[in-house]
């Protein structure tokens, strides 16, 4: 199978979404996006706040990594990993880990110190991935998340 790895265009975002509602449905948690075609548009491409790299297959994006700078004060910039969805019919098929190398060399390219990302605790066949890659599972530390509801009761009024 052919395949390009190659920057996202604002003309992908249908498909990407598309891809973010998989990842959704398969974390049993489809109510839970909210973003839509316009907002990855202006977010990605208006404001300039991810980078998307997708997989294409014959023109069909089968998979997707966005990522986006962040700063540690412990290493200075860093690029955080957003998702990386390969559609559930291609996995297996080298979209995961070309994707994934286009991230590390994006990260290495703009001279980061570290590329940093959430895994799931059961998503074994990532983490087994991940470690074989010479990344390091940080399991004493936690993904901290507060919604909307946690923002609006600790707001001053």
């Not at 979404?17 to 909210?34: G, Q, T």
């Not at 998979?63 to 690029?79: D, Q």
């Amino acid at each position: 199978m052919e395949f390009t790895i190659r920057q996202a265009e604002r003309k992908d975002m249908p498909q990407v979404l598309d891809l973010i509602k998989e990842l959704a449905a398969y974390e049993n948690a489809s109510d839970e996006v909210e973003i839509e075609v316009k907002d990855l548009e202006k977010e990605g491409f208006d404001e300039g706040n991810f980078k998307c790299f997708v997989a294409d297959v014959n023109g069909k994006i089968e998979g997707m990594a966005l990522v986006y700078f962040r700063f540690s004060t412990w290493k200075g910039r860093t690029v955080h990993l957003e998702d990386l969805i390969v559609r559930e019919s291609m996995r297996g098929t080298g979209l995961g880990g070309a994707l994934y190398r286009k991230v590390v060399e994006y990260g290495h390219e703009n001279g980061v110190r570290r590329v940093e990302w959430v895994v799931s605790e059961g998503n074994k066949n990532a983490i087994e991935f991940y470690e074989n890659t010479g990344a390091d599972i940080k399991k004493n530390w936690f993904t901290v998340h507060m919604d909307e509801r946690g923002i609006q009761k600790n707001i001053k009024k």
